[in-house]
Nanobody, 125 residues
Framework: VQLQASGGGLVQAGGSLRLSCVGT????????LGWFRQAPGKVREGVAS???????VYSDSVKGRFTISRDTAKNMVFLQMDNLKPEDTAVYYC????????????????????WGKGTQVTVSA
């Protein structure tokens, strides 16, 4: 099982980035897929999650600026990030919640789920 995130980079405040994540070795048909981030010196926080029924949740800090989507047939999840702010700077990780139902919560993800390696997003002021 592997999750590989890509699409990170350096962008100025107010700019946009689109992150992609592809999963291999498992079928995500019934899993929720999510994005998390960890800034230097801070704990990891949930960003967004989407179920296979296309129900999604966002953290308050990104609501209205970020959009999560998925292509279940390709085992992929995306994060469109607009109006980026310096405080969005972090390593972004994708994950799969293997016990998800119709609804998802960022707190549902745990160590028994699938986690990928991160991609760095840096937003300059």
């Amino acid at each position: 099982v592997q999750l590989q995130a890509s699409g990170g980079g350096l962008v100025q405040a107010g700019g946009s980035l689109r992150l992609s994540c592809v999963g291999t070795g498992f079928n995500s048909d019934y899993y929720a897929l999510g994005w998390f981030r960890q800034a230097p010196g801070k704990v990891r926080e949930g960003v967004a999650s989407i179920t296979s029924y296309d129900n999604s949740v966002y953290s308050d800090s990104v609501k209205g600026r970020f959009t999560i989507s998925r292509d279940t047939a390709k085992n992929m999840v995306f994060l469109q990030m607009d109006n980026l702010k310096p405080e969005d700077t972090a390593v972004y990780y994708c994950a799969a919640d293997t016990n998800a139902g119709r609804r998802t919560r960022l707190s549902d993800y745990g160590p028994d789920d699938y986690w990928g390696k991160g991609t760095q997003v840096t937003v300059s002021a």
